[in-house]
């Protein structure tokens, strides 16, 4: 369990994990992580926000035994500990959330993964090793010409990380040092380069087009369209035309 403070104000805080007490203060983004099977309690007197992330400890386990860290993972608690990276990869899954998950369920698992992979990369006694094991190209092209065939599709992370044969830590982390790009931004960029040939050859809708390409409606399409080509689609067509 990942718990991420949100209140703006210092809050004082009296915490018990494993039997051990932990009187202290709370600031805001500070993060407390729990692992699974420690017994935990909390207690303040102020008002307190708080984000909660419960982790599947089987998920946790899995990755674990696929990067052979089982033998010598540790995990322990921690608590408010500031960890910027831990931070922004909380926010954006809580955002994705909220919003009904428009990026897709390959987005939140990716997201997730992540989180998991950071948190056993904060354990393991050998890192090094951990984060050496990068394969080459030749390990994601299956995932890639999948994403390119099965663009407009619900991919999950689970079907890419079976095509490859690697485990949804490593996967990230491999696509990611590979191509510079995580496989939900690439799965984007297939996306907008078929945009662009259909708003090229047709007079679609841009309600129609987002719907074939796999964009949850023409909102999200044209927020992407334009976070990738720096114009909206209807302006990017325009250009074209001109030309």
């Given amino acids: 369990m990942l718990l991420l403070h949100r209140t703006a104000k210092p809050v004082a805080i009296q915490e018990t994990v494993a039997d051990s007490f932990h009187g202290g203060v709370a600031f805001k983004n500070d993060i407390n992580f729990i692992p699974a099977g420690a017994d935990s309690t909390c207690e303040w007197k102020e008002p307190l926000s708080f984000l909660r992330v419960e982790l599947n400890p089987q998920i946790v386990k899995e990755i674990a035994d696929k990067e052979s860290l089982s033998s010598s993972l540790d995990l322990s608690y921690y608590l408010r500990n500031q960890d910027h990276k831990m931070q922004q990869l909380l926010l954006w899954l809580n955002e994705e959330v909220e919003h009904g998950n428009p990026q897709g369920k390959l987005y939140i698992d990716s997201v997730t993964n992540l989180i998991i992979y950071h948190i056993l990369k904060q354990h393991n006694d050998s890192q090094s090793n951990f984060l050496s094991k990068t394969p080459g190209l030749e390990h994601l092209k ?11 599709e619900s991919i999950t992370l689970d079907e890419l990380t079976r095509l490859s044969n690697l485990s949804s830590s490593h996967f990230i982390n491999s696509f990611k040092q590979t191509l510079g790009v995580t496989p939900h931004q690439y799965l984007l960029k297939i996306r907008i380069e078929r945009a662009k040939e259909k708003l090229q050859s047709s007079s679609l809708p841009l309600s129609e087009i987002a719907y074939e390409l796999g964009f949850t409606d023409q909102s999200h399409f044209s927020k992407h369209f334009k976070k990738i080509t720096g114009m909206s689609p209807l302006k990017w067509k325009q250009n074209f035309i001109q030309k």
């Fill in 142 to 152: 299956i995932a890639m010409e999948y994403m390119q065939d099965h663009y407009a």
